[in-house]
C-alpha cells in the first residue's frame, strides 16, 4: 500500500512561512491525486489543497487561498505546502493523502493518510 510521511511543522510566529513535505513510498506520487487536510482541536478535518494528476487542477480553500501553495517534486516522490502569512487560526494538525488520478478535497475521498505534522502559529 502507498505509504506517505509528513514533516515541516513546527512552531512559527504569525505572518511567517513553513513548508509541509509529504514523502511517498512504494509508488509515485504523480499518478496520484494528493491533498492537504487539516484538523483543528474539537473542530472536522477540513480540506486545505489538492491537486489531480490527470491535468494538474488545484484545489484551496478559501481561508488558505492567496497564501499557501500546493507543489510536486517527481524525483523526490515528494509533495509540499508552502504555507505563507501565517495565522494563528491555521494552527491543526496537517494530513496528506493520496487516491488514484482524481480526487475531490475532501477527506472522505481520499483512503491513504500520512500520520501528521503539528503546525501551530503563536506569539
Known amino acids: 500500500q502507498l505509504q506517505l510521511v509528513e514533516s515541516g511543522g513546527g512552531l512559527v510566529q504569525p505572518g511567517g512561512s513553513l513548508r509541509l513535505s509529504c514523502a511517498a513510498s512504494?509508488?509515485?506520487?504523480?499518478?496520484?491525486?494528493i491533498g492537504w487536510f487539516r484538523q483543528a482541536p474539537g473542530k472536522e478535518r477540513e480540506g486545505v489543497s489538492c491537486?489531480?494528476?490527470?491535468?494538474?487542477?488545484?484545489y484551496y480553500a478559501n481561508s488558505v487561498k492567496g497564501r499557501f501553495t500546493i507543489s510536486r517534486d517527481n524525483a523526490k516522490n515528494t509533495v509540499y505546502l508552502q504555507m505563507n502569512s501565517l495565522k494563528p487560526e491555521d494552527t491543526a494538525v496537517y494530513y496528506c493523502?493520496?487516491?488514484?488520478?482524481?480526487?475531490?478535497?475532501?477527506?472522505?475521498?481520499?483512503?491513504?493518510w500520512g500520520q501528521g505534522t503539528q503546525v501551530t502559529v503563536s506569539s
Open positions: 512504494r509508488f509515485t506520487l504523480d499518478i496520484y491525486a
Open positions: 491537486i489531480n494528476s490527470s491535468d494538474g487542477s488545484t
Open positions: 493523502a493520496a487516491k488514484p488520478v482524481q480526487a475531490m478535497c475532501v477527506p472522505e475521498d481520499f483512503r491513504s
